[in-house]
């Protein structure tokens, strides 16, 4: 097998490619704040685009993440960050078979009984072929780009300069805990081997759970670079949109026990629910695709999560501060606690209230917009906030589900389907659910 670690070579390579047009962004950034020239930033953001273009790599996957936490990037450049991938291309079938002969040995193709060309579609960081099991099953394959471990080093340490410089002038939000925890789960996601234990995690998580489904591992047809899983048909959610209520309700629900089922009964969240990452089933059941960013949270963080919701719903100021410690912030003040409850009940609305109602009545594009911009004013009034680690997933999650219901527009009493889930919740059950759930996966406990 090649050596994928990063290399020296592999990382010059890449700041010569994104250098260039990161710079040009901390220069007109800076420039914005500090010299007085305007910068035209939805003109400028098409710019990068347009020069980043071509490459593959987590600079979209980065976007998309920063995309939901208010203000640590301009968003016109956050949001042609997120475009991205559309535009990347997939590899063409000599480096398919230089790569899967790297993973698998010479004879590789020997091991399928059938093995599409083409690429089925292309990610951040790799691209999925179908193939053909020799028992018959249809599959899976996930392959890795080459020279990804130096391409996340390269843009990670770009990424660093754009929030240095940007927080010069800026001090709402500090982003040094972002900075980290989007480095370690980019890390994580490079590691297929991980990602497959990851996939083994959510099938002990969701036994039994009704209307979700997660592929199986093939285990002896992967490797850190190859990730070999059944193939599951299903259509993107887009095509739902229009379908009667009572599908489209079917679909949320099976979303949202996908992803809230993980965190509160086990502390374990997938924090990566853009559109691409699941499928629906002909039974508007739903397929779980992708496991590389899952996120494990200590027992007394999902407590927190819970004991904030109560704070919003009764107006409890000490009861919110306690909460937002669990959750990691530190030093807040009363001012603080007031401007990030701002944010809280924002997130929060749709479970406040008994009754049905669709997502979209609070938690609208334009509504979070203009609520981001509001606690981005009065977090600089403030004199700034550092984000925790902890948050950015789970803000990541609970926004990005939000934008599948409202696509959706799925008409829901959302506060029974929290509470009936949180019913009965003790930290000490959640940590023995969860040792044992890792345990079952091969994953060593978090603490």
């Known amino acids: 097998m090649t050596d994928e670690r990063s290399t020296l070579q592999g990382r010059l390579a890449r700041y010569a490619r994104v250098g260039t047009a990161m710079g040009g962004v901390a220069a007109r950034v800076a420039g914005e704040r500090f010299l007085g020239i305007k910068v035209e930033r939805e003109a400028h953001a098409a710019e990068l685009r347009q020069a980043l273009g071509g490459l593959k790599g987590p600079l979209m996957k980065v976007a998309q993440i920063l995309s939901t936490i208010p203000d640590a990037l301009p968003q016109e450049y956050v949001q042609e960050l ?188 997938h924090g990566d629910p853009h559109l691409g990452n699941y499928t629906v089933r002909p039974d508007h059941d739903i397929n779980l695709l992708d ?35 669990a959750w990691g912030f530190t030093g807040i003040s009363r001012q603080m606690v007031e401007v990030l409850n701002i944010w809280a009940r924002f997130v929060y609305a749709p479970i406040l209230e008994d009754r049905t109602r669709t997502i979209e009545e609070t938690n609208s594009g334009r509504y979070g917009q203009a609520t981001a911009a509001k606690v981005h004013e009065a977090l600089r009034a403030a004199g700034g906030v550092e984000i925790p680690r902890e948050f950015v997933f789970m803000d990541r999650a609970a926004i990005g589900l939000g934008s599948v219901f409202l696509h959706l527009k799925a008409e829901i009493n959302w506060y029974r389907l929290f509470h009936d889930l949180v019913a009965g919740f003790k930290v000490e059950d959640l940590a023995a659910r969860q040792t044992t759930a890792l345990a079952a996966a091969g994953l060593a406990a978090r603490p």
């Open 82 to 269: 997120g475009h991205l991938q559309a535009d990347a291309p997939p590899m063409g079938w000599p480096f398919v078979k230089r790569r899967m002969a790297a993973e698998l040995g010479p004879d590789w193709q020997s091991r399928f009984a059938g093995f599409e060309k083409e690429a089925a579609s292309a990610a951040s960081l790799g691209q999925v072929h179908r193939a053909t099991h020799h028992d018959g099953r249809l599959l899976a394959c996930k392959l890795q780009y080459p020279d990804m471990q130096s391409a996340v080093e390269a843009d990670l340490k770009q990424l660093k300069l754009l929030f240095s410089v940007y927080a010069r002038y800026d001090k709402a939000i500090r982003t040094d805990q972002i900075y980290a925890e989007l480095g370690d789960r980019l890390r994580e996601e490079l590691d297929y081997g991980l990602e497959a234990r990851h996939m083994a995690l959510y099938r002990h998580m969701l036994d039994g759970v009704d209307g979700v489904h997660v592929p199986d591992v093939v285990p002896d047809l992967c490797s850190r670079r190859l990730l070999t899983m059944g193939w599951v048909d299903g259509r993107r959610i887009t095509a739902f949109k229009e379908a009667d209520l009572t599908v489209r309700n079917r679909i949320a629900m099976n979303m949202f026990r996908a992803w809230y089922i993980p965190f509160y009964e086990y502390g374990v969240i």
């Open 291 to 325: 496991f590389g960013c899952i996120r494990v949270f200590p027992p007394r963080f999902v407590h927190g999560v819970i004991e904030l919701y109560e704070a919003i719903r009764t107006d409890d100021e000490a009861r919110a501060v306690h909460a937002y410690e």
